[in-house]
């Protein structure tokens, strides 16, 4: 039992756990370089950005290397080069001079191979100290490559001087283009060769190309180390925990644009740490740590906002048990029996049938019937084109029918049709009989019931909507495309909302209709409700309700004194009671009861300072007549 308590506590703080396992991919992304490649595809384009023209290594191909090697050696070393690096793996034999280099086929000498970056060529890898052999850029320019580099690309490869051997032989070269220069020879490439990924160099297969710019990198000193992964996952922590509070801070919208902007920045800025020092720092890591970072933001406030807006909906829920039935009238499985039920209870009728219209089509079908049977009607046409439904069409109200509608009619008995009309759309018909009586006004009647059957079309018709609309949006297609499998929390939410807003709808209705005048106060005097009469009574006695306090009108009211009135409402206030006072406005006599509205033991606390929540004041005329007593039935209908 402990356990699962624990694991339940758990679950609950999945807002920690996510940001946990944030701070977790930092680290572990730094430790095992997780979005290595992310970090090579933009180096690879920040290194095609900007060119230099100037560069001291020279480029000398032969097609036939292993035949005219000797005399080419010997005509490169007139021009007094810097150095000769000699790649072939023919067995040559080394020439005399110390700035000739084999290193393929020397073992003193070896050329370290420009490494594979994920999937890019541009590494140089870091020397191998426990290697046999001398690293060729260590005893041509000194490099110590403790740590692996990457090539700088700045160079344009047509700055890179490139001659063949023949043009070397016939003396076709300048003195300054050889002299001091380190001059890498090589075999022409072939043309099945592998082609180079490499900034500048795709497309190109010839693999000298690329040990000419790690040269140039390695000779102008302006190879790029990386950022130390250290470095980089404080970077990276402080960058997640400023985006965290920026995006829980800021619209969704808006932390998009913080995304996007940081993004940019840290662009920018590993630019020009290629550029000034030589430096780069990881940008593809940090752009997917900024994405998930914001991905993480919006997950966890889309599952605390879901969270609270459960507890709002189980709130209202819990407080609107019992009071309040949300059940409308579109939400109820037929249309037809709330509407029975209604006229059932307001007019009093021989027969009643209501008609309905089938979808698409003009035929109609019967579908309920009042102190009759469906089959009693006599009428055999089903069809609204033909008369009497298009009679009552004609008419867009009711009309006598001439022909027997229902069976067994009697011979005092008068028959009616109604078409069911709203907003253009024909929802059905209403066949109706009575038997009228000495005091029946038929224009009265038909105008009763042409309001009902108004009233019953304009319910139909929101009916219709209501369910066409529903059927769509439970089709499983295009719940799928709409993301609405599941309803939503917002949808959950707002039929609540709308529940408590029918429910205070409800209640205001019948605060305003009361017949005293009614005004509520709140703790500190201020006017919180009023009703119609008291509307009413405050423009009869010219009373600015508005802009007086409690304590003002009962004054103003009942002609006490201020330090009097106010102990009245501290007595009130403190003791929950009721008082009756005498209240005198233009010679008219009311009875003033003022009753505080307190909450009850069985409300939960709500914070607030005082169990009293408002002070209600009711004017009560003393001379009012009472009402008559209502004899059990309207006149209008009773005209029937």
Known sequence: MAVAQRLLLLKNHHIFWLTLGLFALVVINNVLNLFQASNAYFYQKLASFGETQHTNIVLITSKNLAKNHSELIEKITEYNPKAVIVLSNQNITPSITNRVYYPITQSEYCVPRVEMWSSYHMRIPANDKESLCNSIWQTVFGYEGQQPRLID?????????????????????????????????????????????APKLTGLNDPLLLMAYAADSIEKTTSVIELKPSYSALIELALVISLLFSFQKLAVIYSFVIALASCLFWVVVSYLGIVFTAVYIPVGQYIIVIFSTLFSALIVRKLSEDKALTGVVNNIQQKMMGRFFPQTF??????????????????????????????????????????????????????????????????????????????????????????????????????????????????????????????????????????????KNQNLLNRLVSFRLHEPIDQQVKRSLNDMEQKLTTLELVFNHTRCATVLFNLFGQVVQTNAALEHFAKQHQLTIFEMTALDLLCHSCALDSEVAKGKLRYVTLNKADIHLPAVLNNQHYVLNIKAIHTDGSQTASGEPFQVSGILFEFLDTFENEPQLDDGFDETLSEQ
């Open 153 to 197: 690309f700045k160079l344009a490869v047509s700055a890179l001087p490139k001659f063949s051997a023949e043009r070397v032989l016939s003396s076709d070269v300048m003195s300054e283009q050889l002299k001091n220069k380190v001059i890498i020879v090589g075999q022409t490439s072939s043309a099945f060769n592998v082609n180079i990924h």
């Open 330 to 471: 579109i939400e109820q499985a037929s249309p037809w029996d709330p509407i029975i039920q209604l006229i059932s209870q307001q007019l009093d009728l021989e027969k009643s049938i209501f008609l309905a219209r089938k979808e698409d089509d003009h035929r109609i079908v019967e579908i309920r019937a009042i102190n009759c049977e469906l089959d009693n009607i006599q009428e055999m046409r089903r069809d609204y084109k033909r008369s009497p439904y298009s009679d009552a069409l004609k008419a867009l109200g009711i009309v006598k029918i001439s022909r027997p509608f229902f069976k067994n009619v009697l011979n005092t008995e008068i028959e009616f049709m109604v078409p069911l009309v709203y907003a253009g759309d024909v929802r059905g018909f209403w066949a109706l009989s009575v038997i009228p009586n000495e005091t029946f006004d038929r224009h009265a009647f038909e105008k009763n019931v042409n309001k009902f059957a108004a009233q019953v079309a304009e319910l139909l018709f929101h009916y219709h909507i209501y369910k066409t609309t529903q059927a």
